[in-house]
């Protein structure tokens, strides 16, 4: 069954096709991918993902570049729309959507994150690699199971980090740097108000 935000994705991009090649490029924006992969990877017909990679490239979201006798297509991380469909497509695919549709079953959560190490593939942030922060009462055991499935799938450990609103509280007003270097990068907010995290 389709979750809410998935059905929005289809209402505002109509075609299942094209959803599913952005989807691959959102979630991957390091990768580069050719016609015959993106078709194995979305199981689609090649002409119709063909049509959605011409048309992503019309409207300047990925690059083309010939290798080896291959196109290969890639995103284009300086589009204008960027921030936002990465964050549409984290709240919509994978961890992001994960951490959303079971927030009511993991506890209290004021507020849940993906950090750019892990939605643009960054190394790490300022002396930081985690993936992810959750502040509120959060039920471990269930968040790592989570977690731990998410990590199968992409085949690559998740580091996160878990606050209790008190101690988040402390640590910001200590100018903590964890917090500091997670929070001058776009980050993805998938709980919570943004203004008010930062406030």
Known sequence: MKSMLTKTLTNLFVSEVRIKVLSFFMLNPKKSI???????HTNEEVNAVRRELIRLEECKLVSCEGKSNRK?????????????????FHKSFGLGLKIISNAEKLGKINY???????????????????????????DLNLLGEVVHEEEHKLNREILY????????????????????????????????????LLS
Not at 72 to 88: A, V, W
Not at 132 to 137: F, Q, T
């Open 72 to 88: 290969y297509y890639t995103l284009n991380q300086d589009h204008p729309f960027f921030e936002e469909l990465i964050s549409i």
């Open 34 to 40: 050719h016609l015959r992969g993106m078709v194995r």
């Open 161 to 196: 980090m878990v606050l209790k609103p008190g101690e988040f509280d402390i640590r910001k007003r200590r100018r903590d740097q964890t917090l500091f270097d997670i929070f001058s990068q776009d980050f993805v907010i998938l709980i919570g108000n943004k203004s008010a």
């Open 112 to 138: 849940a994150l993906l950090t750019p190490v892990f939605t643009k593939g960054m190394s790490q942030l300022g002396n930081t690699k985690i993936d992810m922060l959750i502040i509120g009462e959060v």
